[in-house]
Nanobody, 115 residues
Framework: QVQLVESGGGLVQAGGSLRLSCAAS????????MAWYRQAPGKQRELVAR???????NYADSVKGRFTISRDNAKSTVYLQMNSLNPEDTAVYYC?????????WGQGTQVTVSS
Protein backbone atom coordinates (compact mmCIF):
# COMPACT_ATOMS: atom_id res chain seq x y z
CA GLN A 1 0.00 0.00 0.00
CA VAL A 2 1.31 3.41 -0.96
CA GLN A 3 2.04 5.74 1.91
CA LEU A 4 3.05 9.37 1.80
CA VAL A 5 4.03 10.86 5.14
CA GLU A 6 4.51 14.62 5.44
CA SER A 7 6.41 16.42 8.14
CA GLY A 8 7.94 19.81 8.81
CA GLY A 9 4.91 22.04 9.15
CA GLY A 10 4.49 24.50 11.96
CA LEU A 11 4.12 28.12 12.97
CA VAL A 12 6.52 30.70 11.56
CA GLN A 13 6.63 34.47 11.39
CA ALA A 14 6.26 36.31 8.12
CA GLY A 15 9.56 36.35 6.27
CA GLY A 16 10.64 33.08 7.79
CA SER A 17 11.33 29.69 6.26
CA LEU A 18 10.17 26.10 6.62
CA ARG A 19 11.09 22.88 4.90
CA LEU A 20 8.44 20.24 4.37
CA SER A 21 9.32 16.61 3.80
CA CYS A 22 7.31 13.84 2.20
CA ALA A 23 8.55 10.30 2.69
CA ALA A 24 7.15 7.87 0.15
CA SER A 25 6.83 4.12 0.43
CA UNK A 26 8.91 2.43 -2.21
CA UNK A 27 11.03 4.12 -4.83
CA UNK A 28 9.89 7.58 -5.93
CA UNK A 29 10.78 6.52 -9.47
CA UNK A 30 7.73 4.26 -9.37
CA UNK A 31 5.69 7.45 -9.68
CA UNK A 32 5.43 9.64 -12.75
CA UNK A 33 5.94 12.59 -10.45
CA MET A 34 5.34 14.02 -7.04
CA ALA A 35 3.87 17.30 -5.96
CA TRP A 36 2.88 19.59 -3.13
CA TYR A 37 -0.62 21.01 -2.92
CA ARG A 38 -2.12 23.29 -0.31
CA GLN A 39 -5.57 24.13 0.90
CA ALA A 40 -6.40 27.24 2.88
CA PRO A 41 -9.65 27.52 4.89
CA GLY A 42 -12.61 28.13 2.59
CA LYS A 43 -10.51 27.71 -0.55
CA GLN A 44 -9.94 24.97 -3.06
CA ARG A 45 -6.85 22.79 -2.97
CA GLU A 46 -4.23 24.22 -5.29
CA LEU A 47 -1.01 22.98 -6.82
CA VAL A 48 2.08 24.54 -5.29
CA ALA A 49 4.93 22.70 -7.01
CA ARG A 50 5.64 19.41 -8.71
CA UNK A 51 8.65 17.44 -9.81
CA UNK A 52 8.65 14.82 -12.52
CA UNK A 53 10.85 11.74 -12.82
CA UNK A 54 12.88 13.63 -15.41
CA UNK A 55 13.71 16.18 -12.74
CA UNK A 56 11.75 18.98 -14.34
CA UNK A 57 9.72 21.15 -12.01
CA ASN A 58 6.67 23.42 -12.12
CA TYR A 59 5.60 26.08 -9.64
CA ALA A 60 2.50 28.10 -8.99
CA ASP A 61 3.06 31.76 -9.87
CA SER A 62 2.41 32.74 -6.27
CA VAL A 63 5.43 30.80 -4.99
CA LYS A 64 7.94 31.16 -7.82
CA GLY A 65 11.25 32.42 -6.54
CA ARG A 66 10.34 31.62 -2.94
CA PHE A 67 9.67 27.87 -2.87
CA THR A 68 11.86 25.05 -4.18
CA ILE A 69 10.83 21.44 -4.67
CA SER A 70 13.54 18.81 -4.62
CA ARG A 71 14.00 15.12 -3.99
CA ASP A 72 16.38 12.65 -2.41
CA ASN A 73 16.07 9.45 -4.39
CA ALA A 74 17.96 7.35 -1.88
CA LYS A 75 15.58 8.41 0.88
CA SER A 76 12.46 8.30 -1.32
CA THR A 77 11.71 11.75 -0.03
CA VAL A 78 10.52 14.93 -1.67
CA TYR A 79 11.07 18.30 -0.05
CA LEU A 80 9.51 21.72 -0.29
CA GLN A 81 11.79 24.50 0.86
CA MET A 82 9.67 27.56 1.59
CA ASN A 83 11.34 30.94 2.03
CA SER A 84 10.01 34.46 2.49
CA LEU A 85 6.76 33.09 3.84
CA ASN A 86 3.78 35.38 4.17
CA PRO A 87 0.37 34.96 5.83
CA GLU A 88 -1.19 34.06 2.47
CA ASP A 89 0.89 30.87 2.54
CA THR A 90 -1.04 29.63 5.57
CA ALA A 91 -2.69 26.34 4.64
CA VAL A 92 -2.61 22.60 5.05
CA TYR A 93 0.06 21.30 2.70
CA TYR A 94 -0.44 17.90 1.09
CA CYS A 95 2.03 15.63 -0.60
CA UNK A 96 0.84 14.00 -3.81
CA UNK A 97 2.18 11.28 -6.06
CA UNK A 98 0.76 9.83 -9.21
CA UNK A 99 1.06 6.93 -11.57
CA UNK A 100 -0.73 6.31 -14.86
CA UNK A 101 -3.99 5.29 -13.24
CA UNK A 102 -3.55 6.18 -9.58
CA UNK A 103 -3.19 9.26 -7.44
CA UNK A 104 -2.02 9.20 -3.85
CA TRP A 105 -2.24 11.76 -1.06
CA GLY A 106 -0.58 12.25 2.28
CA GLN A 107 -2.46 13.25 5.39
CA GLY A 108 -1.36 16.87 5.25
CA THR A 109 0.72 19.14 7.45
CA GLN A 110 -0.35 22.53 8.75
CA VAL A 111 1.69 25.61 7.93
CA THR A 112 0.74 28.81 9.71
CA VAL A 113 2.46 32.11 8.97
CA SER A 114 1.86 34.92 11.44
CA SER A 115 2.08 38.56 10.47
Amino acid sequence: QVQLVESGGGLVQAGGSLRLSCAASGSIFSYIGMAWYRQAPGKQRELVARIFNSGSTNYADSVKGRFTISRDNAKSTVYLQMNSLNPEDTAVYYCNAWRVSSIYWGQGTQVTVSS
